[in-house]
């Protein structure tokens, strides 16, 4: 599968997106799409929401590979029954997306939620990561 491996770091969190991807030879072509992402950082870590529409909880995998971040989910779009779709962009595949994570990020401490189709994961830096204050003793 083609998907990104965006670095994510304290410092920098820049995201691009990754190109479409199929399965493999023969097998029923099934769209990967690479979810739109934001990043946001603050003194305690990053926060990343995904949106991942048609994405139940179920179907939804968030995996920490040593320092890669990969999010995936399959579509699961129900028809009111008896309806055959006139038109529709987005019928059935996948979201996938992966993220590089720095060293400054603590992978063992990730939270996950979901809500209206919007992946929320926080990320929260290392402690020696963190900014500290050094206290000053008068001599």
Do not use: C
Not at 48 to 61: F, I, N, T
Not at 62 to 68: E, I, K, L, R
């Amino acid at each position: 599968m083609n998907t990104s491996n965006t670095p994510i770091t304290a410092s920098a969190a820049a995201a691009r997106a990754a190109g479409p991807a199929t399965s493999k030879p023969g097998a029923r072509e099934t769209l990967t799409q690479a979810p739109r992402v934001d990043i946001f950082e603050d003194a305690d870590g990053i926060t990343l929401r995904a949106d991942m529409p048609g994405v139940p909880r179920e179907q939804l995998q968030v995996q920490v590979d040593g320092d890669t971040l990969t999010l995936r989910g399959a579509l699961q779009i129900e028809l009111p029954q008896g309806m055959q779709p006139f038109y529709a962009e987005l019928r059935s595949g996948a979201w996938e997306r992966s993220f590089t994570l720095s060293r400054e990020l603590d992978s063992a401490a990730i939270q996950a939620s979901m809500k209206d189709g919007v992946l929320e994961l926080r990320i929260p830096k290392a402690e020696h990561a963190k900014p500290r204050r050094v206290e000053v003793r008068l001599n």
